[in-house]
Antibody
Framework: QVQMVQSGAEVKKPGASVKVSCKAFGYTFTTFGVGWVRQAPGQGLDWMGWINPYNGDTNYVQKFQGRVAITTDTSTSTAYMELRNLRSDDTAVYFC???????WGQGTLVTVSS | DIQMTQSPSSLSASVGDRVTITCQASQDISTYLNWYQKKPGKAPKLLIYDASNLDTGVPSRFSGSGSGTHFIFTISSLEPEDVATYYCQHFLNLPRGFGPGTKVDIK
């Protein structure tokens, strides 16, 4: 069945980078965009950005511009979200989601702490 | 960017009550709107897609309506397992923004 499976939890120090992966199963990877969403503790869902795996086009929310990079490897049907120059307020659960109706990945907890 | 608002931000209701949440878009989004249920430690669950269509396996007590800029999400008879935060999200264009969420609990 269609599913998105994400990489495991990460602990990073401030100023470091994190790269979260999201592997797609059960559909042709290049036919749907992939979005990335995060939820910080006690906060709502925050759309970060999106990629079209067919041609690599990306769209990032202004808030994350310059710090985030979303890429894909079509040979392995995997999307990646890299967030650089991490701060403590980047501590959150990060989700990938297939465009329009899902499914969602299970979420990856990224903890930023010195 | 399209801004999404929701009201109320939280509500407390009794089991069996009818619960209504509204979602407003800052511009016409036709019916390009989804409703999600979010529980702690879980991924968001799609309940309603295209504003009014019930996703597969979702109980019929959940429903959605609306088009353009004004949308309504209803739980016809609240159950204990419905305690969660509910979000609307548009997908007319990028970025696909979310409403701020409505936290529902049992009185």
């Amino acid at each position: 069945q269609v599913q998105m499976v994400q990489s495991g939890a990460e602990v990073k120090k401030p100023g470091a980078s994190v790269k979260v992966s999201c592997k797609a199963f059960g559909y042709t990877f290049t036919t749907f965009g992939v979005g990335w969403v995060r939820q910080a503790p006690g906060q709502g869902l925050d759309w970060m950005g999106w990629i079209n795996p067919y041609n690599g086009d990306t769209n990032y929310v202004q808030k994350f511009q310059g710090r985030v990079a979303i890429t894909t490897d079509t040979s392995t049907s995997t999307a990646y979200m890299e967030l650089r120059n991490l701060r403590s307020d980047d501590t959150a659960v990060y989700f990938c989601v297939r465009d329009y109706y899902g499914p969602w990945g299970q979420g990856t907890l990224v903890t930023v702490s010195s | 960017d399209i801004q999404m608002t929701q009201s109320p931000s939280s509500l407390s209701a009794s089991v069996g009550d009818r619960v209504t949440i509204t979602c407003q878009a800052s511009q016409d989004i036709s019916t390009y709107l989804n409703w999600y249920q979010k529980k702690p430690g879980k991924a968001p669950k799609l309940l309603i897609y295209d504003a009014s269509n019930l996703d597969t396996g979702v109980p019929s007590r959940f429903s959605g309506s609306g088009s353009g800029t004004h949308f309504i999400f209803t739980i016809s008879s609240l159950e204990p397992e419905d305690v969660a935060t509910y979000y609307c999200q548009h997908f007319l264009n990028l970025p696909r923004g979310f409403g701020p969420g409505t936290k529902v609990d049992i009185k």
